[in-house]
């Protein structure tokens, strides 16, 4: 498709995007977003750390722009601006380099290298500080003038105020932003001398301080600072104005009541799609669902779990940590009739407590410890059952994914697990136990017994639609209505 001459520009930010660089959700909303928003005629752009993990041959990366200069700390420092598209598409992703990111790791800071050794340096709020500068400073060197920038999570949320900045407010002067919230958990808080680092001017009317302490926390500026906040679910998006989900900010969430938007998450339907996914086994569809089963046979064998095509399997796939609820997880659950894969990494406490799991009940727990995109994809169609039994779920997409592929889903309910399950199509439940949770997975096995009903269920879930394309109209609209378009 050719961009109309009057498109809206849009030049969207994010710690990761799906499949240059992945870590979770975050990833997949800014790889499969744009794509949506370029169907719809918008001319959109991506900036991206330029990881030392992005594989530069697969991508084709290319160096665009020579030398910027960023100021930190009154220092000049350069980096350099490298561009590949997102796969498939002629959206552009402008890769910042510099020595801040030439670390393998996404996030957690990392080892960089100087004098030829590694060395630790440089926490995350010092890295992505520098990727915002350095995303301005590419644009404007590139001559990409953009009427939105859309912000994803604490990692891009100074950019607001940084658009207003002496060297910023001419170029800038007519563009918009708009900042997504993916996960309130992560803020991003560090010291007020971040502020020095970042070139701002702790006299900014929009840098409010953290009241406790008087540190800096990025997200709340990227809710005070963004011309509309937006975050990845309906539900998620009252949560959050509660002191229960609100994760302290809940007032200034309420202050930003009428600019804040719920909107759900899609998948990408083309990536996740039994019939064409090149990373499963056996392909299937709505109209074949009973080849299925070979996925599971598959998937057991692997695992080195029992080859019983009758018995459950049960998947869960989450990065490890508090919020996913892997601690309501234990020895009790070998009394239910059915396998279970967990795959993913995090908190060792639950990476430990799961592979204790599978070491005592070998026959019916299988613990992956990894990240692993094609199991990820295995799991999905080798599934009968997917739980999700989160604490809080901004959107959650594996719920989603699992749908797709026919494998039912046990959610808790809440954000957008509430905003995309219901008992049509899985299991929820609501008290966050053990329990519940126990309660709920032993429902969906027995109820996999009634093979009538256990399809129907199956097929109303295939049949869900979860396509981003509804979704990027209501970001679209948000964007014509800040730019009176
Ligand atoms: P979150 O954004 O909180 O991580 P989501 O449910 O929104 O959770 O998205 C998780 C995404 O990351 C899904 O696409 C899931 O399949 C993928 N994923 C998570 N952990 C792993 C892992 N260990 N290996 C492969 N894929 C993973």
């Known amino acids: 498709m050719s961009l109309k001459k009057n498109s809206l520009k849009i030049l969207m930010l994010a710690a990761e995007i799906t499949p240059i660089a992945k870590v979770g959700g975050l990833g997949d909303v800014a790889g499969s977003l744009p794509q949506a928003l370029y169907q719809l005629g918008a001319d959109i752009r991506l900036c991206l750390p330029f990881y030392g993990s992005i594989d530069t041959k697969k991508y084709k990366v290319k160096k665009v722009a020579g030398e910027i200069t960023i100021a930190i700390n009154g220092k000049k420092n350069q980096a350099s601006v490298w561009q590949t598209f997102l796969p498939g598409t002629r959206i552009p992703v402008y890769l910042i380099k510099n020595i801040f990111f030439d670390c393998q790791e996404i996030y957690r800071g990392c080892k960089i290298m100087k004098n030829n050794r590694y060395v630790d340096d440089a926490n995350d709020l010092e890295r992505f500080s520098f990727f915002m500068q350095a995303s301005l400073e590419a644009v404007k060197k590139i001559g990409f003038k953009p009427d939105i920038i859309h912000l994803n999570d604490w990692h891009t949320a100074l950019v607001p105020q940084l658009i207003k900045s002496p060297e910023n407010k001419i170029f800038f002067k007519n563009t918009k932003t708009i900042y997504t919230i993916h996960n309130l958990a992560n803020q991003g808080i560090t010291k007020e001398n971040i502020l020095k680092f970042a070139n701002l001017d702790s006299g900014s009317p929009l840098i409010k301080t953290d009241s406790e302490n008087g540190d800096i ?14 975050t990845v679910s309906p539900t998620y998006a009252k949560e959050i104005m509660t002191a229960q989900t609100g994760a302290g900010l809940e007032k200034i969430l ?10 759900l998450n899609g998948v990408d339907t083309v990536f996740f799609n039994p019939l064409k996914d090149k990373l499963i086994k056996q392909n299937y569809s709505l109209k074949t669902l009973d080849k299925k089963v070979a996925n599971k046979l598959f998937l057991q064998k692997k695992l080195g779990l029992p080859e019983n095509k009758d018995i459950p399997m049960v998947g869960f796939i989450a990065r490890f940590v508090w919020q996913k609820g892997i601690d309501l997880i234990n020895g009790t659950f070998s009394g239910l009739k059915c396998q279970f894969v967990f795959l993913g990494t995090g908190d060792k406490k639950y990476e430990d407590s799961l592979k204790a799991l599978a070491k005592k009940y070998p026959s019916q727990f299988s613990a992956q410890i990894k990240f692993d995109a094609r199991l990820a994809q295995e799991i999905y169609a080798g599934s009968d059952i997917f739980i999700i039994p989160s604490r809080f779920e901004p959107c959650g997409l594996t719920q989603m994914i699992a749908m ?8 808790r309910s809440t954000g957008g697990l509430a905003d995309t399950v219901d008992e049509s199509v899985g299991f929820v439940f609501k008290k966050f136990t053990s329990r519940a949770l ?33 979704s990027a109209k209501k970001y679209l609209d948000i964007y014509k209505k800040l730019t009176n378009n």
């Open 217 to 230: 926390n990025f997200m709340v500026q990227g809710i005070l600072g963004a011309d509309a906040v937006t």
């Open 254 to 263: 309420k202050m930003r009541g009428n600019d804040l938007y719920g909107i």
């Open 404 to 411: 797709r592929y026919g494998a039912v889903p046990v959610v």
């Open 438 to 470: 126990y309660v709920a997975i032993k429902k969906a096995v027995d109820g996999h017994r009634n093979k009538k009903k256990w399809r129907a269920m199956q097929v109303r879930g295939m049949k869900k639609n979860f396509s981003w394309e509804s």
